[in-house]
């Protein structure tokens, strides 16, 4: 039964009022409207996008939030797990997944490989195929290519994932590898997931997180063919001298975090492609809770909240997590 005063189309998943002609006919409106955008991809890849979009909690929507666990590679395991210690066993993460009722679970392959076949057709999957440690340091990120598309399959995963960063010396590796990548993933009927995440000696810390930055990748994203991109939430701050010169002659509104997800989310084609933002590290509730609010104001389609939901203890996570769905079934 769904928390009261939330509106689910048809009813809350597991309300007993909810009949499956509901969720058939409601839900499948804004999920086709949606997967109308993504003509050119083929049928595999366009009912993977469906699998994604109509599972769990918030399925049949259009708004989706997913459980990325790949800080134990990008952070390193103390940082990422040693808070909630139950997390360091990858089946905590599916199970966390499935019992929020998350859309997917994203992780590398190590990861997705230690529960993929308990947990098979329990949660959509997306494998990130490429990682970054922070051992080596150094300002410029040039993630490894650590997964294929084949190992995707092989573990009955619905997308593929993979990281750029805009700003870094090693940008245009990126930009290549994933064009690869994705061209293989949607010609096998994946669909294709990017993180865009401006870093390096191209830009200033604050600019990782500018409006115009933060905009930027996410076009970038958009023409590198994504069908979900994912970048953290924008500052007010413009980083770019050119850019800057625009944002105020063409008085874009950059005030509040309504104001910046909605520039971000036009440049994704106008909104016809699916923007979702990260958690971030991790935070109190009502912190977290106020800037989920300005997200869905904004017309954003989601969040990927790692941090801070796995580094609580379960039930805690998972309350925050339906609180999450909540705002964004709402908006
Ligand atoms: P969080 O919610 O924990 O921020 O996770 C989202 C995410 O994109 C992870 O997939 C990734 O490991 C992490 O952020 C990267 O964080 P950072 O940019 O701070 O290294």
């Known amino acids: 039964m769904g928390p009261v005063g939330v509106r689910y189309p048809g009813g809350a998943p597991g309300d007993p009022g909810r009949s499956s002609e509901d969720e058939k006919v409601v839900s499948s409106k804004r999920v086709k409207e949606i997967l109308s955008w993504y003509g050119?991809?083929?049928?595999?890849?366009?009912?993977?996008?469906a699998r994604i979009l109509n599972h769990g909690r918030l399925g049949g929507t259009g708004k989706l939030v997913i459980l990325p666990v790949d800080q134990g590679f990008e952070h390193g395991p103390a940082r990422s797990f040693a808070k909630n210690?139950?997390?360091y066993d990858p089946r905590y993460?599916?199970?966390?997944?499935?019992?929020?009722?998350?859309?997917?679970?994203?992780?590398?392959?190590?990861?997705?490989?230690?529960?993929?076949?308990?947990f098979a057709g329990d949660i959509p999957l997306i494998l990130k195929l490429n990682n970054s440690d922070s051992l080596y340091?150094?300002?410029?990120?040039?993630?490894?290519?650590?997964?294929?598309?084949?190992d995707a399959l092989r573990l009955g995963c619905a997308a593929i994932g993979f990281t750029i960063?805009?700003?870094?010396?090693?940008?245009?590796?990126?930009?290549?590898?994933?064009?690869?990548?994705?061209?293989?993933?949607?010609?096998?009927?994946?669909?294709?997931?990017?993180?865009?995440?401006?870093?390096?000696?191209?830009?200033?810390?604050?600019?990782?997180?500018?409006?115009?930055?933060?905009?930027?990748?996410?076009?970038?994203?958009?023409?590198?063919?994504?069908?979900?991109?994912?970048?953290?939430?924008?500052?007010a701050y413009i980083e770019q001298k050119d850019a800057k010169k625009v944002?105020?002659?063409?008085?874009?509104?950059?005030?509040?975090?309504?104001d910046r997800v909605r520039h971000v989310v036009q440049s994704a084609f106008g909104g016809r492609r699916i923007v979702i933002f990260s958690g971030g590290a991790a935070k109190g509730r009502d912190e977290v809770l106020d800037e989920i609010r300005g997200i869905a104001q904004g017309g954003g389609f989601g969040s990927i909240v790692g941090r801070n939901s796995f580094q609580r203890p379960k039930t805690q996570a998972i309350?925050?997590?339906?609180?999450?769905?909540?705002?964004y079934a709402n908006a």
């Not at 340091?137 to 084949?150: H, I, K, L, W």
């Not at 309350?319 to 999450?324: G, S, T």
């Open 85 to 87: 210690p139950p997390a």
């Open 137 to 150: 340091g150094g300002t410029d990120p040039a993630p490894a290519v650590t997964g294929s598309v084949d």
């Open 40 to 49: 050119s991809s083929n049928a595999g890849t366009l009912g993977n996008l």
């Open 247 to 258: 944002f105020e002659s063409e008085k874009i509104p950059v005030e509040t975090l309504p």
């Open 165 to 235: 960063y805009p700003a870094s010396a090693a940008r245009n590796e990126m930009y290549q590898q994933i064009r690869a990548l994705s061209e293989e993933a949607k010609s096998k009927g994946l669909a294709v997931v990017i993180w865009s995440y401006p870093r390096g000696s191209g830009i200033s810390k604050d600019g990782e997180t500018a409006l115009d930055v933060v905009a930027y990748a996410t076009q970038i994203a958009a023409q590198l063919g994504a069908h979900f991109i994912k970048v953290k939430p924008p500052t």
């Open 93 to 118: 993460h599916f199970e966390l997944a499935i019992d929020a009722g998350c859309n997917a679970y994203a992780a590398p392959l190590g990861f997705l490989e230690a529960g993929a076949a308990e």
């Open 319 to 327: 309350e925050l997590l339906h609180e999450i769905m909540d705002i």
